[in-house]
């Protein structure tokens, strides 16, 4: 069976909605001949908008056209661009896509009717209890799913006279806290509260019974309630909940079995449609007549018990490594940790990318500058600061950023199913991490938890390089003279005092020499202040080409540049002195300037005491200098 790539695009894997579809898909990959690439989200939990945009980044690493086909949950993603640039650059690539429970007319579509689901549950909550007093927990306003379950209830409620106006409906997000904040409304909205909630899905509606138990109410005794989507099992929840029962599961292998029959040839239609059966239980007042069996139970408290024992155990491990993360203070340590936690976690495959420009400086030098932009989208390549494979680290190096892995892993069997999630900090764009057969369960909060912990303690990391080289930047300033490059008076204090004072304490001898360049004023005069520069930028650029045995040089001032040197002997000060007027007598016959270059120098050798100021030396060899100067016979610094 030929192999094939296949991208799912997909948010909120904590949610088991999403983590139902994906094991789907798990469990039927290898058979179908797909490796698989979730590039998954966690927008829409923080409230924040520049959050959610870092984290819709990762939906833009994909480059679609390098995929055979791909499986959309676009109706997780609760922001309409994000979903449009998705299709649209699906279609732009032509690939087959699955789109779950989201029906796009040109694409593949796996769903359920949840508009006759939603219907009975409404139908059921009237016309079998009597309730004329109803609420509604939606989900988002602009969700395919939400829209249609919404809409089926509307039409019940119409068909009957019931009102059912919006300040009946509550929008949430399909999350828990949704059906928390829905009950407070209603408690705060309504003089009296209904006398059944109906909820979108199951989550809200296990929230929203907690809540309404919290105020004193009992379900159903008080408020009936029902869910959607049958996600938890019925013992889950302070009581048997009234839910839609429906495949998840068989969606996500229905949608890997769909594209292996497409890449075949053998499909035999675009859509399908998955049955539904609605589960009238405890919530709403119904008796499911269901015998309970006391292992059942048993079973559910150790299944429950064993997921809260790993949860802690992992989420102990995230905050150690949370804390060793921002108590690093520098790249490699943070690296260093972050390896060990790997090693610890032991996935099958790990791989931690950054962008080229994760650490740039560009901030710093443009500080202030309104035009800055901070980088929201992947570089064009990146680098593997991270390569864990089948239990050793890798060199992955750089990389093109749509190959995605640093290894290609065509050789290996189908079935491979890696995760994409992205780093970032607010809106920048850091990189992104690439898992796949992590022992560590991928679908819960602790996970989404442990990713914001990494790329918070990356930004710090990144904040840290970067006041580093502001550090620097302002030594530098301090230190260098900001037209040569060179040493300035402070630099060369600083460069020189600690040797200077050794010097001194253990009798060893310094040399310094005072260099002036000729004719200053003439050039400026005659040919203007820039190509005067240009011969200050000549001695310069002299003295770094011929100070090459660690001597210390810089610009004293105006037309003035002092050398400091230790251990230095007459004839070392000789030959360098020779080598200055030589590289001199080099650049004058060039003719690259319209004047002729010229110097003076003059040096003195000695031991000073321990107590002697420096600059008493860059004044005895001033005076030297001069000296030399005064000997120059009068001479034209201009060519004619």
Excluded at 166 to 180: H, K, L, N, Q, V
Excluded at 255 to 272: E, H, I, N, Q
Excluded at 451 to 456: H, L, P, Q, V, Y
Excluded at 591 to 613: C, K, M, R, W
Aim: proline share 3%; aromatic share 10%.
């Amino acid at each position: 069976m030929t192999k094939h790539r296949v991208a799912v695009i997909v948010a909120g894997i904590d949610q088991s909605y999403q983590s139902a579809i994906l094991e789907g898909m798990r469990t039927s990959a290898e058979s179908c001949g797909l490796d698989i690439s979730v590039f998954a989200s966690f927008s829409g939990t923080m409230g924040n908008l520049r959050h959610d945009k870092g984290e819709f980044n990762i939906f833009r690493l994909p480059n679609f056209s390098d995929f055979d086909g791909a499986v959309l949950l676009t109706n997780t993603i609760d922001y309409p661009p994000v979903v449009s640039d998705i299709i649209t650059r699906i279609r732009e690539a032509q690939i087959p896509a699955v789109c779950i429970d989201n029906d796009i007319p040109d694409m593949l579509y796996i769903g359920i009717d949840n508009r006759t689901a939603m219907r009975n549950i409404t139908e059921h909550f009237i016309s079998v209890h009597g309730f004329t007093d109803i609420c509604y927990i939606s989900g988002p306003a602009d969700n395919p799913e939400s829209a249609d379950r919404l809409g089926a209830f509307l039409e019940v409620m119409e068909a009957h006279g019931l009102s059912a106006g919006e300040d009946r409906i509550y929008y949430g997000d399909f999350r828990a806290p949704a059906g928390t904040a829905a009950v407070e409304h209603f408690l705060a909205a309504r003089e009296t509260m209904p006398q059944a909630i109906i909820c979108a899905n199951d989550v809200m509606a296990a929230t929203a019974i907690n809540r309404l138990a919290e105020a004193g109410y009992k379900v159903p005794e008080d408020i009936a309630v029902s869910g959607f989507d049958n996600t938890y099992s019925r013992h889950n929840y302070q009581v048997e909940l009234t839910t839609v029962d429906r495949p998840l599961s068989l969606s996500g292998s229905l949608a890997c079995k769909m594209l292996r029959d497409y890449f075949s040839k053998t499909l035999s239609g675009r859509s399908v449609v998955l049955d539904m059966s609605e589960r009238f239980a405890e919530s709403c007042g119904c008796s499911s007549g269901t015998v309970y069996d006391i292992e059942d139970y048993r079973r559910l408290n150790y299944n429950n018990y064993r997921k809260f024992e790993m949860s802690e155990f992992y989420l102990s491990d995230f905050n150690r490594l949370s804390c060793d993360l921002l108590g690093c203070n520098s790249f490699g340590e943070y690296i260093a940790s972050l390896k060990s936690f790997i090693k610890q976690m032991d996935p099958g495959e790990f791989y931690f990318c950054l962008c080229e420009d994760w650490d740039d400086e560009t901030e710093v030098e443009a500080a202030g500058s309104e035009d800055l932009k901070t980088p929201d989208t992947y570089t064009e390549n990146v680098l593997t600061a991270i390569a864990y494979k089948n239990g050793e680290f890798l060199e992955g190096g750089t990389f093109p950023t749509r190959q995605l892995l640093p290894f290609s892993g065509e050789d290996e069997p189908a079935g491979r199913f890696y995760y994409f999630v992205p780093l970032h900090f607010g809106e920048r764009c850091l990189g992104y991490m690439a898992i796949r057969d992590c022992k560590v369960p991928l679908h819960n909060t602790v996970f989404q938890n442990w990713c914001i912990s990494i790329s918070n303690s990356l930004e710090n990391i990144r904040k840290l390089i970067n006041m580093d080289f502001a550090v620097r930047r302002l030594s530098r300033l301090y230190t260098r003279d900001t037209f040569s490059g060179i040493y300035n008076r402070n630099g060369f204090v600083e460069a020189t005092s600690e040797l200077y004072r050794k010097c001194a304490e253990e009798k060893r001898e310094i040399m310094l020499m005072f260099i002036d360049l000729d004719g200053l004023k003439i050039i400026n005069d005659t040919f203007g202040h820039n190509v005067g520069d240009n011969a200050i930028s000549d001695i310069a650029e002299i003295l770094c080409d011929t100070c090459v045995n660690d001597e210390i040089f810089c610009r004293f001032g105006g037309d003035e540049f002092i050398i400091f040197s230790a251990d230095c002997t007459d004839l070392m000060a000789k030959r360098l002195t020779s080598q200055i007027e030589e590289a001199i007598h080099d650049i004058n016959e060039s003719g690259v300037n319209p004047y002729e270059l010229s110097a003076s120098t003059g040096y003195v050798i000695a031991v000073p005491e321990p107590d002697e100021d420096l600059f008493n030396f860059v004044t005895a060899a001033d005076k030297k200098m001069y000296i030399e100067k005064r000997k120059k016979k009068l001479s034209r610094y201009l060519k004619s």
